[in-house]
């Protein structure tokens, strides 16, 4: 019963934010840089934004600017509940275009993500702390399932699909879902690091769907609770779908997707 009551809880969480995906999946917004897969579907970075996670009397933000001449991502820590913030970090520091960052904290470990093609290559990254953000480890590449690049720069069509990178954390694992169309097909990644962000497993594909679109997916979580939503559209009608997927195992297994809601258009 209390394990029904957590599922529908999340389910309801979850729901909120992937309608709201499922409004805004198709809208060109405000950007810094956008990504051409070489067909008529772009990806494209969101809108400027400063993202936040809060554990006790630790603030932490993340966001990207091009200050330096480049776009970069910065971290930024106060440790006496926003009073004072220490100074920013320049996270990625690198050549390549780097955006779309998300952090995320508990206890004294804060984790942050981001795309970047420092590699020549977008890809995602993440960088972890184990000292209330005092000082980070090395940037760690997400490898995600495929293998067929996502580099071509060029101004977007009117078709468009925005890019993100959702990072949650519980306990000393840390957890990271994105979507890209490496696999030739866009599909919903998650992977999952169990020593405090220093080192990943391998990446699960989540939607594993090759007739649809799967896009906008969202994450949360508790304990050993692992909730995933994401939207897929039907390549061929545009039908819009919010899926589901939870794992009560850390992240180690997944349960069959459910579907939450339907749209025809």
């Known amino acids: 019963m209390h394990i029904m009551k957590r599922i529908n809880l999340a389910i309801g969480i979850i729901m909120v934010v992937s309608f709201t995906v499922l409004l805004s999946v198709n809208l060109t917004t ?12 772009t990806i494209l970075y969101s809108g400027a934004r400063a993202s936040m996670a ?27 509940a926003g009073k004072n913030f220490e100074k920013e970090i320049n996270l990625s520091n690198a050549k390549g275009g780097s955006a779309d960052s998300q952090v995320s904290a508990q206890g004294s470990n804060v984790y942050v993500t981001w795309w970047d093609n420092k590699t020549g290559d977008w890809q995602v990254f ?5 000292d209330n953000g005092k ?20 101004a977007p069509p009117s078709n468009t699909i925005s890019v993100d990178t959702i990072v ?15 696999t030739g097909n866009w599909e919903v990644s998650f992977a999952k690091s169990s020593d405090g962000g220093k080192t990943f497993g391998d990446s699960i ?14 994450m949360a979580t508790e304990g050993n609770n692992v909730y995933i ?10 039908q ?26």
């Open 205 to 218: 594909n989540i939607s594993n769907s090759t007739d649809t679109r799967s896009v906008g997916a969202r």
């Open 135 to 154: 000082t980070f480890g090395d940037a760690v590449a997400l490898k995600s399932v495929g293998n067929s690049p996502v580099k071509i720069l060029k």
């Open 54 to 80: 809060v554990s006790s009397n630790n603030i932490y933000l993340t966001w990207w600017d091009n200050k330096t001449g480049n776009n970069e991502v910065f971290f930024a820590a106060s440790n006496d």
């Open 30 to 41: 405000s950007t810094l840089a956008r990504i051409s897969d070489g067909t008529s579907n």
């Open 229 to 238: 939503s994401w939207v897929d559209i039907d390549k061929n009608t545009g």
């Open 126 to 130: 993440s960088k972890a702390s184990n």
């Open 240 to 265: 819009k779908q919010v899926l589901f997927r939870e794992s009560s195992d850390n992240g180690q297994t997944f349960e069959k997707p459910i579907t939450i809601s339907s749209n025809p258009k």
């Open 168 to 182: 949650s954390a519980s306990g000393d694992n840390e957890y990271a879902v994105w979507w890209d169309n490496t």
